[in-house]
């Protein structure tokens, strides 16, 4: 589409304002492609004001805008004064976002390929959702009814539909969760190595986080303790299950430890519940399921399983911290699309959507085990554990390698990976890289990607010894 948009942007150029161009039948015919395309390459020289359609006469070159008068130099220093200090690092989560150059095999990022979405699913429920008389209406605050209804019933346990807040999305809700329990300045327990987004949210709202060392059966309940006593915290973050990056899962034994260090310390457990819709093998149930005291602030999405653009996700929690937290959903934003809402509500209410769940798992599996295999056959010195679930494989480099610049030159190889020293809060404890296996369009991509790792360490290893 875009390769037509920009032949009829140079035709609607050379032509004068108000000359008519060809109409869709003829470009179709003189460009060989769909109708389709035409339309929405027509659609985009609209919106940028080149052309003009007038239904039942055609589509017109737009009237030019007056050139601009060049602009004068503006002296923007007055606003570091005003600003002051309080710079905020996208850094991490901005890398994450943006998409790969052409020829790049991404192994990195956390989002599925269109190819694993529910696409045809996602439409049918955002078409159903807009024939509701009230699509375009104010929902409630907290959310629509069924969908925190089934936010609850997902969670199980204790949990009842009144404890649900819906938001826009699990970022979203980290930076509320974040600003709810605890004021600017305040120590923040986390996992380390850690999602980088909480860094980045914690470090927006001007909060100090401590690490927490994280082993193969997840947080050290003994290094909790330590943590809690030496900085009075009264929060830690954490994901359980599938943590990002490690891919680990907290055992059923420190699963009440965290949650008995916690009810000591006085302190609340930000449970970070993401990737349970990216199972492989079962998932245990959430923390918050085993917390009557209102201890857990329980965070779970649906964009990481559905769609990017499906920014839907809950805050779960009781007591006088969900008052908060509603409190601070209305101030920031009011409340996510009620359409977008609806859309959640119809894809988890249709028979597609464990049809849905079902494929993304054994697509996962099949992904997981190709890279692992690839792994072991192109760089068998790499060490890793298997997860269980999730979208990664933590792996842990040869000493002396640095993480940063293999994945530079992994980059140059034409395979973007993540290094893994962004993910600790503090000094990372080794070299790492985080390679994803659920973002590619196929296996055999996966496979070509481990082998321009495999070119980029070997690179790598013959540049350090000279």
């Not at 956390?110 to 078409?127: C, F, H, K, V």
């Not at 300045?185 to 909480?198: K, M, R």
């Not at 990216?278 to 209102?294: E, K, M």
């Not at 269980?388 to 190889?413: I, T």
Request: charged residues 25%.
């Amino acid at each position: 589409m875009a390769a037509v948009a920009d032949l009829l942007r140079a035709e609607a150029v050379r032509r004068r304002p108000g000359d008519r161009l060809p109409s869709s039948r003829a470009l179709v015919a003189r460009l060989g492609v769909s109708p389709v395309t035409v339309s929405r390459a027509l659609a985009r020289l609209a919106a940028e004001g080149l052309v003009v359609t007038r239904p039942g006469s055609g589509t017109f070159v737009a009237e030019r805008a007056r050139a601009a008068r060049p602009r004068r130099p503006v002296d923007h220093g007055w606003q570091a004064v005003a600003l002051g200090d309080r710079a905020v690092d996208p850094g991490g989560v901005a890398a994450l976002l943006t998409p790969p150059s052409e020829g790049v095999i991404a192994m990195g990022g956390g989002y599925l390929p269109a190819s694993l979405q529910p696409l045809r699913a996602l439409a049918a429920a955002a078409a159903r959702a807009a024939r509701r008389p009230d699509a375009w209406d104010r929902p409630p605050p907290a959310g629509i009814d069924g969908l925190r209804a089934w936010f609850a019933r997902t969670v199980g346990g204790e949990v009842a539909p009144a404890d649900v807040l819906v938001t826009g999305g699990g970022q979203q809700a980290i930076g509320i969760a974040l600003r709810a329990v605890l004021p600017p300045g305040a120590p923040l327990l986390v996992e380390s190595p850690t999602y980088q987004g909480v860094l980045s949210v914690a470090r927006a709202a001007g909060l100090h986080t401590v690490p927490v060392p994280v082993d193969g059966s997840g947080v050290r309940p003994d290094l909790l303790a330590d943590a809690f006593a030496m900085t009075g915290a009264r929060a830690f973050y954490c994901q359980p299950t599938f943590h990002n990056p490690t891919g680990t899962v907290l055992t059923p034994e420190r699963r009440e430890q965290v949650l008995s260090v916690a009810r000591a310390a006085g302190a609340f457990v930000i449970e970070d519940d993401f990737a349970r819709h990216l199972a492989i093998d079962p998932a245990p149930p959430p923390l918050v399921g085993d917390d009557p005291d209102g201890r857990v602030v329980h965070i779970s999405s649906l964009t990481k399983v559905v769609a990017p653009s499906l920014r839907i996700g809950a805050l779960i929690a009781r007591g006088p911290v969900a008052e908060r937290l509603r409190a601070l959903q209305v101030v920031d934003s009011f409340f996510p699309s009620r359409h977008l809402q609806e859309t959640a509500l119809e894809l988890v209410s249709s028979p597609a959507w464990e049809r849905h769940r079902r494929a993304v798992r054994v697509a996962l599996r099949e992904r997981r085990d190709a890279v692992a295999a690839a792994l072991a056959r192109e760089l068998p010195d790499l060490a890793f554990e298997l997860p269980r679930g999730g979208q990664h494989l933590w792996v842990r480099l040869p000493e002396g390698v640095d993480d940063v610049a293999l994945a530079d030159a992994a980059l140059r190889e034409g395979v973007a990976v993540n290094a893994g020293r962004p993910y600790f809060p503090a000094e990372p404890d080794g070299a790492h890289l985080r390679i994803g296996y659920s973002r590619v369009a196929s296996v055999a991509e996966l496979a070509e990607g481990v082998r321009r790792l495999a070119r980029a360490l070997e690179g790598y290893s013959l540049d350090a010894r000279r």
